[in-house]
């Protein structure tokens, strides 16, 4: 059967079962029985397993009481059988207070305990939603997202807002975004002078690296030109923290004729005092960066002797290696 005609069609896909069947393995027969909806038809949602957490609002501080307790039939996102999970809380659509956990190494049904806080007036909790997602932690790549579990309707709950004990099916998702986190700094150009100054003054909500769920992180400057290193610069490191704030600044001496001929590329490093040190997170500023990282720059150009400040999202880094360097020091050369 050629599944590159275009003539194919699903009648012929059911004229060639119906010829070839009999004695075929149909492997539809050997797959675990999917879950019934409650009106009986079948659901196509992946079982990711549940979530026990404990609900309650104290109206004195204002505030909401979150205790995840357990999750229980995780599914094994490691070679080994197993996973190292962990959960990350929101309160949306506010996402700039988190909250995580601690992470669990090698086991399906972690027991976490641990409780957190979100200050909220009891009037706004009809607008705001509690977002669980639950992670694999993975010290080399991106940490694989198991599911989510979502939580709104605070006030249809039963007993809220006295404590309420939840038990949540995991969710299934395919299409969210392990969050790097956010780095803010600030350009400035002298002219005059020759000289480029920038200012890493903090980041937040940055992957965590370790299995503690923190991270030991530095920032690392270079000066690029045509995907060319010529200088590089560092901040000091912030031990066990996913919200080091700096405000160091780096200085790179560029005359005025070749200042649209170079970009930044800033990567945000986990420091290792016994590995390799891994890359975090990435973004770039220049003539030649994208969106944001373009805009920074030619508004410290607009602006000359005056510090220009934004956030900038990090991004998963892509790497080169240069000629004769050790691969495993994973040199970086361009985003």
Sequence with gaps: LNLSNPDFNIQQVQKQEQLTGIGRIKPELY??????????????????????????YDCD????????????????????????????????????????TKV???????????????TVPYNDLNARKLHFSVYDFDRFSRHDLIGQVIVDNFLDLADFPRECNIWKDIEYVTNDN???????????YLPTAGRLTITIIKARNLKAMDITGASDPYVKVSLMCEGRRLKKRKTSTKRNTLNPVYNEAIVFDVPPENIDQINLSIAVMDYDRVGHNEVIGVCQVGNDAESLGRDHWNEMLSYPRKPIAHWHPLAEVRLLFLSGSNPSEKELLCL
């Design 104 to 118: 669990h190494r090698k086991t399906l049904n972690p027991v976490f305990d641990e409780v957190f806080l979100f």
């Design 31 to 56: 797959k675990q029985r999917s879950v019934d909806t409650d009106d009986g038809r079948r659901s196509n949602s992946k079982a990711c397993g549940k979530l026990n957490f404990i609900l309650k």
């Design 178 to 188: 392990v969050d790097l986190g956010d780095l803010m700094f600030s350009l400035c």
């Design 61 to 100: 501080l204002e505030q909401l009481i979150v205790k995840i307790h357990k999750a229980i039939n995780l599914p094994a996102k490691d070679f080994s059988g197993t996973s190292d999970p962990y959960v990350k809380i929101y309160l949306l659509p506010d996402r700039k207070t988190k909250h995580q």
